[in-house]
């Protein structure tokens, strides 16, 4: 039933108490009630109170602090993407309000960004891990794949002792995924359509195994599957394919693409992903096989 309400800049100030003003017209914001003030540049207000006052707005501080979009625990950055995910998916008609959680607010609305609201340390969660590779990189992983890139993650954060940037997250993707290329390598190959049917393929492939070249053929109902075909005829045949999942990366006819393939070895039925990167969606997928082949041979 307040008329006025008198208060100060972040808590600090005499006579009117310690009442923070922004917090209570942002309070009032996010219940659909106009608090007559504008905050859409929340940033610069900060800025002046911090150079006309020398004191600073604490890291922690109620909509202004440098951290309070930012979510360290797993499931908070798991409820955050889910909802984020949420808003970029609906099809049946736009949000008439914001709804995210542990995001009481649309960053934005005050001059804030989406780049730091999940930062990845020792205790973050796989989604979190996966929500930095979409954001910055747009590889979007398989649900699947997130516990294990989630937890090599968490063992370098806990052993560096602080957090991780996304392109220290990437690094470590690039090197567990992307750099798996021994004992296997894809020199070069070619796929045919099979005269005789419709539905099948033949590849001829130029490998290389510890160095070494050699020729291997096989056919299948793609190239895949013609690619394993052909790994079984050199007796490498320890694993059979679980899933696969590809993606572009970006938009526009120029751009990469992801491929993930999911092997489990058949001695032991341990599951390994692999992970592919090229302009040919084809190649990036042979790439991706290849990558959990030489993850679970090197494993084994």
Not at 23 to 28: F, G, I, P
Not at 135 to 158: R, S
Not at 260 to 287: M, P
Request: aromatic share 10%; with cysteine; charged share 25%.
């Amino acid at each position: 039933g307040a008329d006025r309400v008198e208060g100060t800049l972040f808590g600090n100030g005499e006579r009117t108490g310690n009442l923070d003003i922004v917090t209570v017209a942002l309070n009032l914001y996010t219940q659909g009630i106009d608090p007559g003030l504008d905050f859409s540049d929340l940033q610069s207000v900060r800025a002046a109170y911090e150079i006309l006052t020398r004191m600073e707005v604490p890291p922690r501080w109620q909509y202004a602090g440098d951290l309070v979009f930012t979510a360290f625990s797993g499931s908070h950055q798991d409820a955050i993407k889910k909802g984020m995910d949420r808003r970029r998916t609906a099809q049946a008609k736009p949000f008439d309000h914001w709804e995210v959680p542990y995001l009481p607010i649309d960053p934005q609305d005050i001059g804030r960004t989406y780049e730091a609201i999940i930062r990845i340390n020792s205790q973050s969660g796989k989604g979190g891990v996966a929500y930095v590779l979409q954001t910055e990189f747009g590889l979007d992983l398989p649900k699947l794949m997130h516990p294990e890139i989630g937890t090599a993650v968490n063992i370098a954060a806990d052993k560096l002792a602080r957090e991780l940037t996304p392109a220290e997250i990437k690094s470590l993707f690039d090197e567990k995924y992307l750099g798996a290329t021994k004992p296997l390598s894809v020199l070069d190959y070619s796929v045919q359509a099979d005269p005789a049917s419709k539905h099948q393929f033949n590849l001829v492939a130029r490998v290389g195994w510890d160095g070494v070249e050699r020729e291997i053929r096989g056919s299948g109902n793609g190239p895949i599957n013609a690619f394993v075909q052909a790994l079984n005829s050199q007796g490498w045949k320890n694993f059979r394919v679980l899933d696969y999942r590809s993606h572009a990366i970006g938009v526009g006819s120029a751009t990469d693409s992801a491929a993930y393939v999911l092997i489990e070895r058949e001695s032991d039925h341990v599951k390994f992903w692999g992970c592919g990167i090229d302009t040919n969606i084809e190649q990036a997928g042979l790439y991706a096989l290849v990558s959990a082949f030489n993850r679970a041979w090197v494993r084994q």
